[in-house]
């Protein structure tokens, strides 16, 4: 398979989806994380260190709880790869976490968007997994 | 965005690659493992605990790795759920590792296939992530 046939073309809106994702999860919005998903059951959200989670509604709730929590949190996305393919987007980068006492760890993430029909990326996928302090 | 938009039409063959790469996991057979993936600078592969590993050559050394060990490994594969959206599938399962002691843990995964001209599925992303033990 040439290289060309996933070159990011499309790939400004798609960045711009996975900072929407970003900014909500960093202002803990519920509402406007769960804007992001597709609304069906097929979508599958696997939280560091969690069990995968299939259908929006067990993706919303898990949202729901983890960012309904008033603890400060910061994220700065970092190493970010964008991929197009038809009407599928992927995207991997590394969430840096910080926390009030400083780096608080970095999660390896892959998030998986489908081109809705409206021409607007929406999330149906997103795994997150821990990623080791190296020693 | 309908459900039907990504129904897993096509679906068998994309099941066919996701066991065609735990068989090469199991077998520890890393040419075979390597002719399962797009040979592109676009892959992505993240190992339990590590970070993301971008391009054919960096995700072949790290399979050559993994698998060049004469440790027996048993792999057990669950919850295989399979989604078609155009030219890109993509599987989510739980890879459940047997070591000689018995059960070693399992591994959520998230496997992305995009397919060829030949219609054959390549994989160009593979995540996976340990899952925390219920208490």
Known sequence: MPVESFEPQGSADLRAANAAFYAAFEA?????MAALWARTTQVTC???????LHGFDAVRASWAAILGNDQPLQL???D???HVHGEVG???CVENLLGEAGPAG????L???VRGRD???LMVAHHGSPVASRV
Do not use: D, M, Y
């Not at 803990?28 to 406007?32: H, I, L, M, S, V």
């Not at 696997?46 to 995968?52: C, I, K, L, Q």
């Not at 970095?106 to 993430?109: D, E, F, G, K, N």
């Open 119 to 121: 021409g607007r990326w």
């Open 111 to 113: 998030n998986l968007f």
């Open 76 to 78: 700065i996305v970092t």
């Open 106 to 109: 970095s999660v390896a993430a």
């Open 46 to 52: 696997t939280h560091p260190g969690w069990p995968t």
């Open 28 to 32: 803990r919005a519920p509402e406007t």
């Open 80 to 82: 970010e790869q964008v």
């Open 90 to 92: 992927w995207v991997t």
